[in-house]
């Protein structure tokens, strides 16, 4: 395979065989020594960016003893082509979205959209479980182990990162879970929003038609790969890391931004439906 520039796929590859190299207790250097490669070659393969072939990495997979199931996963991640990744996650797995996860961690900004529900990274566990239970794409058997996941994510909402959400009024007036749980899922909005890294801003329902109605998505921005949008639907996850569909989206948050109330306004909105509800 020709040596490419890092993609979404790129790095979810390369994730997964640094995950097998590290198995090993081998450093790259004494692994590329093992193997016969420069250095350079292996420290590519990790990051994403290509330079081997597929024997070579059957070579590799096998030194490190990596497990059949994660091996013939990997292989097909290094087959991949195209600024297009697909994932159709297996029901109930905690690791189900294993790409985002990645993909949020490497993030250093992130900005999302959502039009129905509080953001997901915004939900509190009790928002998430009434959301995952109600979606009934999750068995009752996993049910608890999919939700925790789903709640876990929250942890990357830290300081060395910034975070834009745009939600529109109407996801504030859904009452998911009961009234209790939209109270505090309300209250929870309000806390984060005073945090200097978290912006919260809301588009009203009078601004009617708006640029967001094609639905939600998130933009991921990364200090050395281009951006990446991420758009979820019902059973599968969609990921573009191409030029043309990322500038499409980032006109549609700058529509957004143009109509959306400031952060000061918006918490005003989200406090007035909290005291409604008193």
């Known amino acids: 395979m020709p040596k490419r520039s890092s993609s979404v796929v790129g790095r979810e590859f390369g994730n997964g065989v640094r995950a097998s190299v590290e198995s090993t207790g081998l450093t790259q250097r004494q692994l590329a020594e093992a193997l016969g490669w420069q250095e350079a070659k292996l420290s590519d393969m990790l990051a994403g960016k290509g330079g081997v072939n597929e ?6 997979l096998a030194y490190c003893r990596t497990p059949l199931e994660e091996r013939e996963r990997l292989i097909e991640l290094f087959r991949e082509q195209g600024s297009v990744y697909l994932r159709v ?6 690791d189900q979205v294993r790409t985002l996860i990645n993909q949020e961690k490497e993030a250093t900004e992130i900005i999302a959209w959502s039009m129905i529900l509080v953001p997901g990274l915004l939900q509190i566990f009790e928002y998430i479980a009434a959301v995952t239970a109600k979606a009934r794409t999750v068995s009752p058997e996993n049910l608890a182990a999919t939700v925790a996941a789903r709640a876990a994510r929250t942890e990357i909402l830290d300081y060395d990162r ?13 009452p998911v879970g009961g009234e209790e749980v939209w109270r505090e899922q309300l209250a929870h909005l309000l806390r984060l929003s005073v945090r200097n890294y978290i912006s919260i801003r809301i588009v009203p329902r009078s601004v009617g038609m708006h640029a967001g109605v094609s639905g939600d998505f998130r933009l991921m921005k990364f200090p050395k790969y281009p951006p990446v949008v991420y758009v979820e639907s019902v059973k599968c996850c969609l990921f573009f890391d191409d ?4 500038e499409v989206y980032e006109n549609i948050l700058k529509d957004l931004a143009a109509v959306a109330l400031d952060e000061e306004e918006s918490r005003a909105v989200i406090n007035s439906i909290l005291e409604g509800l008193q």
Do not use: C, S
Request: glycine share 4%.
């Open 89 to 94: 996650p297996d029901e109930g797995v905690p």
């Open 162 to 174: 910034t975070f834009t959400f745009y939600v529109h009024e109407q996801a504030l007036w859904l």
């Open 55 to 60: 024997p070579e990495v059957r070579e590799l």
């Open 243 to 246: 030029k043309d569909t990322v």
